[in-house]
């Protein structure tokens, strides 16, 4: 019996790897972040499979779960949104399968920060400019520890994906502009690859407002940086006296 701890993409079903479907289509038990993951998912589990949606489970009910499928030997899908090393909070549920002695492995994912770079055909590293993504999020009930502040990581004037944060859209943008010029780049891309996908452009200057026009409160991301408008830029990639390896 294995636990396997599977990235299901930012919504769009199809973005899933093709190991993480494979392993879903056997897994008899699943369990799903249903405030995130599409439900979807389950057409590719098995028929009699068992369907747990997380949202309303503490990690306590997850245990019982996980217990009661070691003593059927039945294999565990469970499914993150995106990828599951951010902001998954998989580091619990492994230390659990470890107490169980229960097997466990991670199937990657598509994290929302890539498709939605996807979907805005951009590159979030810019020949010529900066070659950094910082992945962040404002604190909530998680603290974020004070050396990795927003006004702090936005000094590097690298892309930045901020996560978790778009309920406090403001604080964010105050934050930004203690090191960042107003006129920068901004979008907020919320609930990419849905069907109700919409992205927001604007600058650290009025995307607060655009955003609470919207209303827009979650299940959003907040891209920052100037690379999200180089679009026009080269890289030497492809330059013909460039002869390069990762072609
Ligand atoms: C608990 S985190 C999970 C992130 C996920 N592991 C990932 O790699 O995308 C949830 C946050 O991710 C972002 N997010 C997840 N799915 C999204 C989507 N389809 N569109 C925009 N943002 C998304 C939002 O910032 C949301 O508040």
């Given at each position: 019996m294995k636990v396997y701890f599977i990235g299901a993409g930012p919504g769009d079903v199809d973005l899933i790897t093709v190991k993480g479907r494979d392993i879903l289509s056997r897994c008899r038990v699943v369990i799903f972040a249903g405030s995130l993951v599409s439900p979807r998912h389950l057409d590719f589990a098995p028929e009699d499979a068992e369907t747990h949606d997380s949202s309303s489970l503490s990690l306590d009910d997850i245990r019982k779960i996980l217990m009661s499928a070691r003593e059927r030997g039945l294999d565990v899908a469970r499914l993150h949104t995106g990828d599951p090393s951010l902001y998954g909070a998989i580091r619990e549920q492994i230390e659990m399968c470890e107490e169980l002695g229960i097997d466990w492995e991670i199937v990657p994912g598509v994290s929302s920060a890539f498709a939605?770079?996807?979907?805005?055909?951009?590159?979030?590293?810019v020949p010529g400019g900066t070659q950094t993504l910082l992945f962040t999020r404002l604190e909530g009930r998680t603290p974020v520890p004070p050396e990795e502040s927003l006004a702090l990581l936005a000094a590097h004037h690298s892309s930045i994906a901020i996560f978790l944060s778009i309920h406090d859209i403001d604080k964010v943008t105050g934050q930004l502009l203690e090191s960042l010029p107003p006129?920068?780049?901004?979008?907020v891309a919320a609930r990419v690859t849905w069907p109700d996908e919409s992205f927001i452009r604007g600058t650290l200057?009025?995307?607060a407002e655009k955003v609470r026009s919207a209303g827009i409160t979650k299940t959003a991301l907040i891209l920052v940086g100037d690379a999200l408008e180089s679009r026009r830029r080269r890289s030497c990639l492809y330059h013909e006296e460039f002869k390069h390896g990762y072609r």
């Open positions: 939605a770079a996807a979907r805005l055909g951009v590159e979030y590293t006129s920068t780049p901004v979008v200057s009025d995307i």
